[in-house]
């Protein structure tokens, strides 16, 4: 029964490590909320945020763009059937705290152009692994 407890409690405090000095070596992951609609006929974005966490916390981070690779957005409106590919570019790193921001400005959408809805989602590979979110749906609206 100890054993148990000790490893829920070690679980829950390595879920705020910046409470408890917990790392989970070589974790890391994707940060990201979708917008909750987009606005036609103004620009609009989607940004991401990376975080790696080194296996020695003396250890450096290395280069967050090699270790986060092929970074992808796969969108398309409500009019099309296929996904178009959009790469993702970076818009900031932070080595000393293993942060890398990266977004992808997105194509206007025209209030006549009759889109309903936008579609997409977000791929990545990081060291050897494949990683995809979940599929977004975005309502378009005028305001």
């Known amino acids: 029964m100890r054993n148990k407890f000790t490893a829920g409690l070690y679980f829950v405090l390595c879920l705020f490590p910046w409470i408890s000095g917990c790392y989970l070596p070589e974790g890391g992951g994707m940060f990201y909320g979708p917008p909750k609609k987009i606005i036609c006929d103004k620009p609009w ?10 296996a020695d916390p003396k250890e ?29 570019v970076i818009e900031s790193v932070n080595p000393e705290i293993g942060e890398m921001r990266m977004k ?15 579609e997409y989602y977000i ?5 050897p692994n494949y990683n995809r979110t979940k599929l977004y749906k975005i309502p378009v609206s005028k305001d």
């Open 45 to 54: 974005e989607i940004t991401v945020k990376y975080v790696v966490i080194p």
């Open 123 to 127: 791929d990545n590979i990081f060291g």
């Open 60 to 88: 450096k981070y290395g280069k967050l763009s090699e270790r986060y690779r092929d970074v992808t957005i796969h969108i398309r409106d409500s009019l099309n059937g296929n996904f178009l590919a959009v790469p993702m």
């Open 104 to 118: 992808a400005d997105m194509k206007l959408i025209p209030c006549d152009s009759g889109v309903e809805y936008v």
